[in-house]
T-cell receptor, first 115, second 114 residues
Framework: EPEVTQTPSHQVTQMGQEVILRCVPISNHLYFYWYRQILGQKVEFLVSFYNNEISEKSEIFDDQFSVERPDGSNFTLKIRSTKLEDSAMYFC?????????????FGDGTRLSIL | KQEVTQIPAALSVPEGENLVLNCSFTDSAIYNLQWFRQDPGKGLTSLLL?????REQTSGRLNASLDKSSGRSTLYIAASQPGDSATYLCAVRNSGGSNYKLTFGKGTLLTVNP
């Protein structure tokens, strides 16, 4: 069964450094998402992306965050200057379309640890 | 603002028991509700998606129901097995505008004892 893949599985970065998290969505999917889960807390929406544009973003997704689809297969989340509170599990998801009946499929996540 | 609550936070049952997990949401204007399973340190596996016009969905031993007007969903697991042990999350997608995001509950940690 097709799946969303994320790399790396664990990223350790010094505070203030830039980090790029990578995702390969399911191949025929057109909508892409990033979520995060701080340890012990709920999964939170960050951003959705379609047709090379952000379609929706949350308050968490400030100027320190950006997303990009650099080629036909990858979808990336960049955090420009990491803070301690950015430590979390980051999940990429994709859906075939943005229609209401379509489920979002999630990857296994990247655990980001900021030191 | 949509809020999703899951009760109980944790549940421990003996193998073979039937069980129900509960999810409630404050804003009934939703497109759909999705149930996920999360194993420790892993991603989210989609189990069932119920559209707002549906009352229930079934997949194997799992049955999810939706009462949109009262803001409730239940996930029924029949004949539980130790392999069902995981955290179960529900998430809703609000209707209207350009809403794509899922709003999640905190989950129910299920332990099925052999």
């Amino acid at each position: 069964e097709p799946e969303v893949t994320q790399t790396p599985s664990h990223q350790v970065t010094q505070m203030g450094q830039e980090v790029i998290l990578r995702c390969v969505p399911i191949s025929n999917h057109l909508y892409f998402y990033w979520y995060r889960q701080i340890l012990g807390q709920k999964v939170e929406f960050l951003v959705s992306f379609y047709n090379n544009e952000i379609s929706e973003k949350s308050e968490i997704f400030d100027d320190q965050f950006s997303v990009e689809r650099p080629d036909g297969s990858n979808f990336t989340l960049k955090i420009r200057s990491t803070k301690l509170e950015d430590s979390a599990m980051y999940f990429c998801a994709s859906s075939e379309t943005g229609l209401r009946g379509q489920p979002q499929h999630f990857g296994d996540g990247t655990r980001l640890s900021i030191l | 603002k949509q809020e999703v609550t899951q009760i109980p936070a944790a549940l421990s049952v003996p193998e073979g028991e039937n069980l129900v997990l509960n999810c409630s949401f404050t804003d009934s204007a939703i497109y759909n509700l999705q149930w996920f399973r999360q194993d420790p340190g892993k991603g989210l596996t989609s189990l069932l998606l119920i559209q707002s016009s549906q009352r229930e969905q079934t997949s194997g031993r799992l049955n999810a129901s939706l009462d949109k007007s009262s803001g409730r969903s239940t996930l029924y697991i029949a004949a539980s097995q130790p392999g069902d042990s995981a955290t179960y999350l529900c998430a809703v997608r609000n209707s209207g505008g350009s809403n794509y995001k899922l709003t999640f509950g905190k989950g129910t940690l299920l332990t099925v004892n052999p």
